[in-house]
């Protein structure tokens, strides 16, 4: 059963993420977010859930931190497909992953400083995670000398562009599909994992 005093902060939450997207972190006032909220503004409403504004983005980032975490490992679930199958479900995932945190994402890069041990746990829970699991996909596909861990980064680094143009332009680059995207990605990146692996394999499509 929600109750009202629940009900009323997820309503803090949810209004301050909007009003920190709108007018950014710095500008966002308290009263304004207990305002949004329905709660007279300027009285201390807020403070009877959260200590500061900074704990209500921290609630936020908890909220991602776990959903990550509850999505569990794809790799054991995908490693039965072909690489090429594996590899899409793995961009796919992560371009909903991006959307999912776009507000987030926004908030720490513009103002990060203000903040840093939040952005850091950020970057930990939901960018580095999204890196480590494109490495547990891949590791099986290459050879002993292969850094796996470098080349999920160099992997992953075009999925994050096409999704940041369409935040910052509207649109993707060229304006490409997220199909055509995707296909040309998996097709890119099996060449390049064929550099560091072994090419028959790789070709063929065949699941190991």
């Not at 704990?55 to 995908?78: F, I, K, N």
């Not at 992953?97 to 970057?123: A, H, Q, W, Y």
């Not at 680059?173 to 997220?178: H, S, V, Y």
């Not at 099996?190 to 692996?197: P, S």
Request: charged share 25%; with cysteine; net charge negative.
């Amino acid at each position: 059963m929600i109750t009202e005093r629940h009900a009323t902060s997820r309503r803090l939450v949810e209004e301050a993420m909007t009003l920190f997207a709108q007018q950014g972190y710095a500008a966002t006032s308290v009263g304004a977010i207990e305002k949004a909220a329905g709660l007279a503004p300027r009285r201390g409403a807020m403070y009877r859930h959260f200590p500061s504004k900074q704990a209500l983005l921290e609630a936020v980032l908890d909220e991602h931190v776990a959903a990550v975490r509850a999505s569990g490992d794809l790799a054991p679930l995908v490693s039965h497909l072909p690489l090429a199958e594996q590899l899409r479900q793995m961009a796919e995932l992560m371009l909903a992953l991006m959307e999912s945190t776009r507000d987030l994402s926004r908030i720490f890069e513009r103002e990060g400083e203000r903040v840093p041990e939040l952005r850091e746990r950020f970057r930990t829970g939901v960018i580095d995670e999204a890196v480590h699991q494109a490495r547990r996909i891949i590791s099986p596909w290459l050879d002993d000398e292969a850094d796996a861990e470098a080349l999920a980064v160099v992997l992953t680094g075009p999925i994050v562009n096409f999704m940041r143009n369409r935040w910052t332009f509207g649109d993707s680059p060229a304006g490409l599909t997220e199909e055509r995207f995707l296909d040309a990605w998996c097709e890119s990146a099996i060449a390049t994992l064929a550099r560091r692996g072994d090419p028959p394999i790789l070709d063929s499509g065949a699941s190991q």
